[in-house]
């Protein structure tokens, strides 16, 4: 079915295509249509099963924070076959973002570039949401990032209050240090601000918590901040954001819009960087970034991702997305003599 709506989708702006989606799943969340999506979706193998951050993951593919921004179809996502969800950003202040237009496909690259800015319905809203809905029996995660007009000062206390109204309803929760379209928002990955933000929120009781790096980081800044996570004693890694740099490979003429690059492009950086942290720790790494297939996920696991993410894959592959992935990881598990994901994580260091 996607095959014969997808064509008339792209026809749409990027972003009324998306609105259209998520508004057909919060129908089928209402009317429980999402029970036949899972009977259709999803793939029920205990050698999918993966343990991390204390948490229990029927299988690693997860759908990545700014799909589900306002924590509105948690459920809908996963009877598509997810074994986890990650919602927000979510900031202290509801947001408009940036204006519009400000998501744009580069279809000949299967890829796209945002600049959403954080538009969210703020902590408040998001919170009584995760806290009175019924929420799937995945893991649902909480991407944390810090409001645009908070100065990069009172950064701490930001993230905090955002925490302290998402707690209720969140499994896990991720630090947003890295998206590029916040003005000033990458700076806080400096040791010092990161550090500041990361115990302000260990004091509030943030568990299990995460922080999501950027691709655009220097090594030797990965290296600090995968030191200031072993020192805090955190939860996990996120790796990677999306990319302001642009591929010379890259054919679409939207490459040249300012913001985040997502998608098939960054697949190949984004296991580099998965492969790098995983290395300088024994934290569970989530593995982003231009997973589209069962190898592309497979590739980033046997770098050392426990889990994977994706987002831009959904959009190009459509909702069988995570069912054909997960279907694809027995096989290739069978072909390599694996008993489990678990046992192929990190087999390539």
């Known amino acids: 079915m996607y095959r014969l709506a ?16 998520t508004g057909l799943l919060r129908v ?16 029920d193998d205990d050698r999918l099963t993966v343990e991390a951050f204390g948490q229990s993951f029927p299988n690693p593919v997860g759908v990545a924070a700014g799909f589900d921004k306002n924590a509105e179809i948690p459920r809908a996502l996963a009877a598509l076959g997810f074994g986890h969800v990650e919602v927000g950003a979510v900031t202290a202040e509801g947001q408009p973002g940036n204006p519009r237009p400000r998501m744009f496909r580069l279809r000949e690259d299967e890829a796209l570039v945002n600049r959403m800015g954080f538009n969210n319905a703020g902590a408040d809203v998001v919170g009584e949401r995760l806290a009175t809905q019924r929420l799937p029996d995945v893991p649902v995660g909480v991407n944390v990032g810090k409001s645009k007009s908070t100065p990069l000062a009172d950064a701490p206390a930001d993230y905090r209050y955002t925490y302290e109204r998402v707690a209720a309803g969140g499994d896990y929760f991720v630090v947003n240090v890295s998206s590029p379209n916040t003005p000033g928002l990458r700076e806080l990955q400096n040791r010092e601000q990161l550090a500041a933000i990361l115990t302000e929120l260990q004091d509030a009781g943030a568990s299990p918590l995460l922080v999501k790096l950027s691709p655009d980081l220097h090594r030797d800044a990965v290296v600090d901040a995968v030191e200031l996570a072993n020192e805090l004693g955190l939860d996990g890694v996120v790796a990677t954001n999306t990319t302001t740099d642009r591929p010379d490979e890259l054919r679409s003429p939207n490459a040249a819009e300012t913001g985040g690059l997502s998608g098939r492009p960054i697949r190949e950086r984004a296991t580099d960087q998965v492969r790098f942290v995983a ?39 459509g909702p069988g997305i995570a069912h054909d992935i997960n279907e694809g990881l027995l096989d290739l598990l069978d072909r390599d003599g694996f008993d489990s994901v678990e046992d192929a994580v990190g087999a390539d260091l």
């Open 6 to 21: 997808k064509p008339l989708l792209f026809r749409l702006p990027p972003e009324t295509a998306h609105e259209a989606i």
């Open 28 to 43: 089928a969340q209402r009317t429980g249509l999402e029970r036949a999506y899972a009977g259709h979706y999803a793939v």
């Open 279 to 317: 290395e300088r720790t024994d934290l569970p790494v989530v593995g982003v970034g231009g997973v589209f297939t069962a190898e592309d996920a497979y590739e980033k696991i046997r770098a050392g991702a426990s889990v994977v993410q994706l987002y831009t894959g959904l959009i190009y592959r």
